[in-house]
């Protein structure tokens, strides 16, 4: 019997352990990728506190107020809690304001309210946040909605307890109603993309009485006056707390009026905090959840799902439900409240790559409405955006959005209104906004007439510019025959979908920025970072052909060729020249540092480069070297990154390489092979199939795929199609510790290139 009990006992151990494995936020590392500075990137991420895609987020913040790094892991203070909507460092925040705790004094400067904080203090998940600030004695905790949050903060015995509010620079408001235990004003400071007038107003309402109520009129504290409008207002209430003492703040903010700031309060309920950061857990299990991947190291599954939860962050929710129960939005353009959804916060240049595909691939429901967001975009601005925080932002290069698009919809996520996604592609195809130049396609004219865009026209980054307005023709020309469109419209698109051909120079078998007269530039080094490319030089951008490899194989004289030059990425010294920007970026010393020749993996155009192996018959190196970047340049670490984590695009190039498979071309229906890094995964897709990944023998040793089984059958292409895999079932991969040669080498095993394939 006794021996019974005991079995019985272990069974119910081990079912808690799996039960405890269930949750999968207990993996995620706010923390990783935050080790970073202007000089040396290794994410450029703060730790968010949010819900999946939420309006807003929150981090406790290390930086002075306007640093793009509001966050870094090596600073000692914390100067406040704050809302944000910060997609990166380089396009900084908006809507921003914070609250800090203190003791003591009724500090309003943010140097001197600043804590001195331990990491060993600070427990980061997801959904909740806590922090000891040591100077003051104070707890500080944190659980968020979509666009609310509850804070907790535990106070020594004091008769000076304080919160302080601070609505920032640049123009903001605030108004202590005493009445309602309430705080309520507005912040207006922004680093762009919005409209005259633009406003976040937020609401805190405590749990308790002020005992001590002032405000402040930029450095000026003022006792007593409830009410401030300044260039810098904030406001500070106060208590008298036992030790242990708690105060609850509920806050929540609007894009849209003081009043939905109230209506987007009750978001919050009635619960506690405990309850409420149940709330959230639950929440993103459920999305975390939709990848279950085993069979690794306690590492790489933190590093795995750390980059699941970095890549279902952004693009984040713009819009509110007002008091009828509509979705409705605030127009970073026109300044209008609107119907319908709206998504803000990244960058098409990078995330057009594989986070877009990834949503399209497990979140289509998400990814939906965020396309019904750009056709928003579109009807109140005339444009797609290519950077849009919240509004259109001029970073960058590319008319990406005609891939962002056209993916989806090609993917079976159809927007209702086809009429105007295709003028919206065609406004962008045939015109640059009037006052940001990243959005539509500058340079044209140059582009439509030449076939390329010159050297010589002072338009910088012209060779990048035409490499990716050729890729963007043929997803536009690709979702053109889907809705059924003119072939005589078609064929325009299709003819300039060739036009990467126009930069190749057969002489040193690289892209090359070109004069108006068709001569190339001169002098030319392949080593020169931007220029005529955008972060990165020819060795990089050259692989930037995503829908015709073979195309790209056939100017560079066949396949031997082709992989001599994917080679030599590696081969080459991390060499480079810096004279177009005068100083070393980042981005150059992210690859200088990695110890793997000329591959710069922390930014994206070269990210793909590794699948390219695949379109040339020899996929066991894409397998090699894939094993290789995420063994070395990937850690669940503070500096855990190569290079800017980018509003999930490099999250995202990790989820997808440890399943196996990765979008090297969004637009067509295939996923190129790579190898998977863990024994076992399980893909669990909204129409409720399910696509089990297996890999037994997987190990540090066996990297290579020695054959695949799909659904039971032998399977050697180089790729897998988005119908096999939403489908569900089983795919089987033997693992070996040597490369087989003969897997994969065949034309019909070769993905996706148009000119092999001009009418699928």
């Known amino acids: 019997m006794n021996r019974l009990v005991m079995t019985f006992a272990a069974l119910l151990g081990l079912l808690g352990l799996r039960a405890a494995e269930r949750d999968f936020t207990q993996y995620v590392n706010p923390l990783m990728g935050t080790q970073s500075s202007f ?176 405000t402040f009129a930029d450095s000026v504290l003022t006792e007593n006056v409830l009410e401030q409008t300044a260039g810098h207002a904030g406001a500070v209430v106060g208590f008298r707390t036992a030790k242990g003492e708690q105060v609850h703040v509920r806050v929540a903010s609007s894009f849209i009026s003081s009043e939905q700031a109230e209506l987007n309060l009750k978001e919050l309920g009635d619960v506690g905090l405990e309850e409420l950061a149940q709330q959230g857990r639950e929440r993103w299990n459920e999305v975390l959840g939709r990848v279950e991947v085993e069979g690794g190291t306690l590492d790489q599954y933190r590093t ?106 090609l993917k079976g996520i159809c927007v209702d209104d086809t009429e105007t996604l295709w003028n919206g592609l065609m406004a962008g195809a045939g015109g640059t906004h009037p006052t940001v130049s990243s959005s539509g396609r500058l340079g044209y004219e140059y582009y439509n007439r030449l076939g390329y865009i010159p050297y010589d026209v002072k338009i910088n980054e012209n060779a990048a510019r035409t490499l990716e307005y050729a890729y963007d023709d043929w997803c536009i020309y690709r979702l053109g025959r889907k809705l059924g469109r003119p072939e005589k419209e078609l064929e325009v698109f299709a003819r300039r979908a060739m036009n990467y051909r126009n930069l190749f120079d057969p002489e040193t078998r690289l892209m090359r920025g070109r004069n108006q007269n068709g001569t190339f530039m001169k002098p030319f080094s392949p080593l020169k970072w931007g220029d005529a490319f955008t972060e990165g030089n020819s060795w990089h951008y050259t ?89 070395r340049l990937y850690t669940p670490a503070p500096d855990g990154y190569c290079g800017d984590e980018d509003n999930g695009q490099t999250s995202a190039w990790y989820v997808f390489s440890a399943l196996g498979f990765y979008p090297v071309c969004p637009g067509t229906d295939q996923y190129v092979l790579g190898a998977p890094l863990f024994r076992k995964a399980l893909l669990h897709f909204e129409n409720g199939n399910v696509m089990e990944i297996a890999a037994p023998g997987n190990s540090p040793a066996n990297y290579y795929l020695n054959r695949m089984l799909v659904n039971g059958k032998e399977h050697t292409a180089n790729y897998l199609e988005h119908a096999v895999l939403q489908q569900g079932g089983r795919i089987e991969c033997e693992m070996s510790a040597t490369p087989n040669l003969s897997r994969g080498i065949l034309e019909n095993d070769l993905p996706y290139s148009f000119s092999r394939h001009p009418e699928e």
């Open 39 to 214: 000089e040396l990137s290794a994410g450029n991420t703060y730790p968010v506190t949010a819900l999946p895609w939420g309006m807003n987020f929150w981090t406790p913040q290390t930086g002075k107020m306007g640093d793009g790094w509001q966050y870094t892991y090596t600073a000692n203070r914390i100067r406040g809690f704050k809302q944000t909507h910060q997609p990166s460092p380089w396009i900084n925040d908006f809507g921003q304001f914070s609250l800090m705790p203190v003791t003591g004094s009724p500090e309003f400067d943010e140097d001197r309210r600043a804590s001195w904080f331990s990491h060993k203090g600070e427990t980061l998940r997801p959904y909740y946040y806590k922090v000891y600030l040591a100077e003051h004695d104070v707890v500080a905790e944190m659980a968020p909605t979509e666009r609310a949050a509850l804070f907790r903060f535990t106070f020594p015995e004091t008769e000076q307890a304080y919160v302080v509010v601070d609505a920032f620079d640049r123009g903001s408001s605030v108004r202590i109603i005493p009445g309602e235990n309430k705080v309520v004003g507005y912040s207006t400071r922004n680093s762009g993309g919005v409209p005259a007038g633009f406003r976040n107003y937020f609401v805190m309402v405590f749990d308790r009485p002020f005992e001590y109520r002032a």
């Open 304 to 409: 795995f799902y750390t980059c699941l939860y970095r890549s279902l962050l952004f693009p984040h929710k713009f819009h509110e439900v007002d008091a009828r129960g509509k979705t409705v939005h605030y127009s970073p353009t026109t300044g209008q409240v609107l119907p319908g959804y709206y998504y803000t916060g990244t960058g098409l240049w990078d995330t057009f790559r594989c986070l877009f595909p990834l949503l399209n691939l497990m979140y289509p429901s998400v990814s939906r409405e965020m396309q019904e967001g750009f056709l928003n975009a579109y009807r109140e601005s005339g444009f797609f955006p290519e950077w849009s925080s919240p509004g259109h932002r001029d970073c960058m290069v590319g008319n990406n959005s005609a891939s962002v698009l056209a993916d989806a919809y």
């Open 543 to 631: 692989w930037s052909v995503f829908h015709d490899p073979q195309g790209l194989i056939s100017l560079m004289g066949g396949k031997d060729s082709f992989v001599q030059m994917l080679d030599s990425v590696f081969h080459v010294p991390p060499l480079f020249d810096d004279s177009y920007y005068g100083q070393v970026i980042h981005e150059i010393r992210e690859m200088t540092v990695m110890n793997m020749g000329n591959y710069a993996h922390g930014n994206q155009p070269i990210q793909h480069m590794i699948y390219l192996y695949d379109y040339a018959g020899q996929p066991w190196k894409a397998q090699y070297w894939l094993r290789q970047v995420m063994d």
